[in-house]
Protein backbone atom coordinates (compact mmCIF):
# COMPACT_ATOMS: atom_id res chain seq x y z
CA UNK A 1 0.00 0.00 0.00
CA UNK A 2 1.31 3.63 -1.01
CA UNK A 3 0.61 6.27 1.10
CA UNK A 4 1.52 10.21 0.46
CA UNK A 5 2.48 11.86 3.78
CA UNK A 6 2.07 15.87 4.16
CA UNK A 7 2.82 17.75 6.96
CA UNK A 8 2.72 22.07 7.06
CA UNK A 9 1.44 22.71 10.44
CA UNK A 10 5.06 23.24 12.14
CA UNK A 11 7.89 24.36 10.85
CA UNK A 12 8.46 24.39 7.14
CA UNK A 13 6.58 21.52 5.07
CA UNK A 14 6.98 17.71 4.53
CA UNK A 15 6.15 15.47 1.91
CA UNK A 16 6.76 12.02 1.58
CA UNK A 17 5.48 8.47 -0.07
CA UNK A 18 5.77 4.96 1.93
CA UNK A 19 5.51 1.93 0.33
CA UNK A 20 4.19 -0.40 3.09
CA UNK A 21 5.46 1.39 5.84
CA UNK A 22 8.82 1.99 4.37
CA UNK A 23 10.09 5.33 2.76
CA UNK A 24 10.75 5.99 -1.23
CA UNK A 25 10.93 9.57 -0.80
CA UNK A 26 10.92 12.12 1.73
CA UNK A 27 11.07 16.22 1.24
CA UNK A 28 11.24 18.99 3.63
CA UNK A 29 11.11 22.44 2.75
CA UNK A 30 12.32 24.74 5.89
CA UNK A 31 10.54 27.46 4.18
CA UNK A 32 7.08 28.85 6.25
CA UNK A 33 6.17 31.34 3.67
CA UNK A 34 3.73 30.42 0.78
CA UNK A 35 3.15 26.82 1.57
CA UNK A 36 -0.18 26.97 -0.24
CA UNK A 37 2.25 27.47 -3.38
CA UNK A 38 5.55 25.00 -2.51
CA UNK A 39 3.05 22.22 -1.08
CA UNK A 40 1.73 21.16 -4.40
CA UNK A 41 4.69 21.45 -6.56
CA UNK A 42 6.70 19.94 -4.10
CA UNK A 43 4.46 17.03 -4.12
CA UNK A 44 4.29 17.14 -7.58
CA UNK A 45 8.37 16.80 -8.16
CA UNK A 46 8.31 13.68 -5.18
CA UNK A 47 5.73 11.94 -7.48
CA UNK A 48 7.54 12.65 -10.93
CA UNK A 49 10.49 11.69 -9.13
CA UNK A 50 9.40 8.04 -7.84
CA UNK A 51 8.08 7.93 -11.36
CA UNK A 52 4.43 7.18 -9.84
CA UNK A 53 1.49 8.32 -10.97
CA UNK A 54 -1.14 9.39 -8.28
CA UNK A 55 -3.41 7.15 -8.52
CA UNK A 56 -1.11 4.78 -7.08
CA UNK A 57 -1.47 6.76 -4.04
CA UNK A 58 -3.82 4.58 -1.47
CA UNK A 59 -3.99 6.74 1.31
CA UNK A 60 -3.16 10.70 2.16
CA UNK A 61 -1.55 11.30 6.04
CA UNK A 62 -1.92 14.60 6.54
CA UNK A 63 -1.27 16.00 10.11
CA UNK A 64 -4.11 18.41 11.88
CA UNK A 65 -2.45 20.07 14.23
CA UNK A 66 -1.48 21.63 17.10
CA UNK A 67 0.64 23.96 15.36
CA UNK A 68 0.54 27.19 12.83
CA UNK A 69 -3.44 27.65 12.34
CA UNK A 70 -2.59 28.87 8.96
CA UNK A 71 -0.60 25.40 7.60
CA UNK A 72 -2.80 23.27 9.31
CA UNK A 73 -5.75 24.73 6.88
CA UNK A 74 -3.14 24.30 3.97
CA UNK A 75 -1.86 20.97 4.39
CA UNK A 76 -5.54 19.61 4.94
CA UNK A 77 -7.30 21.34 2.60
CA UNK A 78 -4.88 19.92 -0.27
CA UNK A 79 -4.97 16.68 1.34
CA UNK A 80 -8.67 16.80 1.49
CA UNK A 81 -8.91 18.37 -2.17
CA UNK A 82 -6.65 15.46 -3.70
CA UNK A 83 -8.70 13.53 -1.98
CA UNK A 84 -11.41 13.55 -3.84
CA UNK A 85 -9.99 14.00 -7.38
CA UNK A 86 -8.42 10.59 -6.64
CA UNK A 87 -11.44 8.89 -4.86
CA UNK A 88 -8.64 8.26 -1.87
CA UNK A 89 -8.63 8.18 1.84
CA UNK A 90 -7.29 11.06 3.82
CA UNK A 91 -6.68 10.79 7.50
CA UNK A 92 -5.78 12.82 10.02
CA UNK A 93 -2.85 12.48 12.47
CA UNK A 94 -2.65 14.77 15.26
CA UNK A 95 0.97 16.34 16.63
CA UNK A 96 0.88 14.86 19.48
CA UNK A 97 0.75 11.06 17.75
CA UNK A 98 3.18 11.69 15.16
CA UNK A 99 5.52 13.30 17.64
CA UNK A 100 5.28 10.08 19.80
CA UNK A 101 5.76 8.02 16.85
CA UNK A 102 9.52 8.68 16.66
CA UNK A 103 10.14 7.07 20.21
CA UNK A 104 9.78 3.80 21.48
CA UNK A 105 8.80 4.62 24.88
CA UNK A 106 6.25 3.46 27.55
CA UNK A 107 2.74 4.88 28.60
CA UNK A 108 3.75 6.85 31.47
CA UNK A 109 4.43 9.92 29.08
CA UNK A 110 3.61 13.89 28.57
CA UNK A 111 4.01 15.37 25.12
CA UNK A 112 4.25 19.01 24.73
CA UNK A 113 4.36 21.22 22.16
CA UNK A 114 5.41 25.30 22.80
CA UNK A 115 2.49 27.06 22.26
CA UNK A 116 4.50 30.47 21.80
CA UNK A 117 2.12 31.97 24.30
CA UNK A 118 3.97 30.97 26.96
CA UNK A 119 2.60 27.82 27.94
CA UNK A 120 2.38 24.48 26.48
CA UNK A 121 -0.10 22.40 24.79
CA UNK A 122 0.30 18.93 26.55
CA UNK A 123 -1.21 15.08 26.07
CA UNK A 124 -0.92 12.05 27.57
CA UNK A 125 -2.09 8.52 25.87
CA UNK A 126 -5.23 9.02 28.27
CA UNK A 127 -6.05 12.77 28.61
CA UNK A 128 -7.27 14.76 25.75
CA UNK A 129 -5.44 17.53 24.74
CA UNK A 130 -5.21 21.28 26.58
CA UNK A 131 -3.29 24.25 26.73
CA UNK A 132 -1.80 24.83 30.38
CA UNK A 133 1.23 25.77 32.19
CA UNK A 134 3.77 23.94 34.85
CA UNK A 135 0.25 23.16 37.38
CA UNK A 136 -1.29 22.04 35.00
CA UNK A 137 1.40 19.51 33.46
CA UNK A 138 1.86 18.96 37.14
CA UNK A 139 -1.99 17.33 37.67
CA UNK A 140 -1.23 15.12 33.77
CA UNK A 141 1.86 13.27 35.28
CA UNK A 142 0.44 13.13 39.15
CA UNK A 143 -0.03 9.26 38.60
CA UNK A 144 3.12 8.25 36.77
CA UNK A 145 5.75 6.10 38.90
CA UNK A 146 8.42 7.55 36.09
CA UNK A 147 7.12 10.30 33.74
CA UNK A 148 9.14 10.83 30.64
CA UNK A 149 8.72 14.15 27.98
CA UNK A 150 8.05 13.99 24.62
CA UNK A 151 9.17 17.40 23.56
CA UNK A 152 8.73 19.44 20.52
CA UNK A 153 10.25 22.95 22.07
CA UNK A 154 9.37 22.20 25.05
CA UNK A 155 12.36 21.02 26.78
CA UNK A 156 11.92 24.11 29.84
CA UNK A 157 8.48 22.14 30.55
CA UNK A 158 10.83 19.42 31.82
CA UNK A 159 13.38 21.23 33.94
CA UNK A 160 10.63 23.02 35.70
CA UNK A 161 8.91 19.83 36.55
CA UNK A 162 11.88 18.28 37.36
CA UNK A 163 11.83 15.28 34.69
CA UNK A 164 15.08 13.96 33.47
CA UNK A 165 14.25 12.34 30.61
CA UNK A 166 13.00 14.72 28.25
CA UNK A 167 13.15 13.55 24.75
CA UNK A 168 13.34 16.38 22.22
CA UNK A 169 11.58 15.94 18.88
CA UNK A 170 9.72 17.36 15.97
CA UNK A 171 7.06 16.14 13.49
CA UNK A 172 8.63 13.68 10.66
CA UNK A 173 7.27 11.42 8.40
CA UNK A 174 8.33 8.32 9.80
CA UNK A 175 6.81 9.95 13.18
CA UNK A 176 2.99 10.46 11.43
CA UNK A 177 3.64 6.61 9.42
CA UNK A 178 4.04 4.97 12.88
CA UNK A 179 1.21 7.08 14.56
CA UNK A 180 -0.61 5.91 11.64
CA UNK A 181 0.66 2.56 12.17
CA UNK A 182 -0.48 2.26 15.80
CA UNK A 183 -3.55 4.05 15.28
CA UNK A 184 -5.43 2.84 11.52
CA UNK A 185 -8.54 0.82 13.59
CA UNK A 186 -9.65 4.41 14.95
CA UNK A 187 -8.39 6.75 12.48
CA UNK A 188 -9.48 10.15 11.89
CA UNK A 189 -10.65 9.63 7.99
CA UNK A 190 -12.72 12.75 8.01
CA UNK A 191 -10.08 14.97 9.67
CA UNK A 192 -10.80 18.62 10.99
CA UNK A 193 -8.11 21.04 12.37
CA UNK A 194 -7.26 20.34 16.08
CA UNK A 195 -7.09 23.55 17.57
CA UNK A 196 -6.92 23.42 21.40
CA UNK A 197 -7.47 27.17 21.68
CA UNK A 198 -8.91 30.24 19.32
CA UNK A 199 -6.48 31.80 16.73
CA UNK A 200 -5.71 35.34 17.80
CA UNK A 201 -7.06 38.11 15.91
CA UNK A 202 -6.79 41.55 15.84
CA UNK A 203 -9.35 43.51 13.78
CA UNK A 204 -7.98 46.58 12.33
CA UNK A 205 -10.19 49.44 13.69
CA UNK A 206 -11.21 51.84 10.59
Not at 155 to 184: C, H, K, P, Q
Request: a positive charge.
Amino acid sequence: MNYLILDTSTSGTIVAVFEDGKPLKTVRDADNTKQNEHLPVIVKSVMDELAMPFKAIDKILVTKGPGSFTGIRIGLSFARGLSLSLGTEVVGIDNFDALRGNCRIDKEVLVAIDSRKGDWFMKTPTSQPVSGGVETAKSMIAGMKNPKIISYRAGRLGELLGIDMVLETSVTAFGIMNAYITLSKSADTSPAPLYIRPADVTLKSK
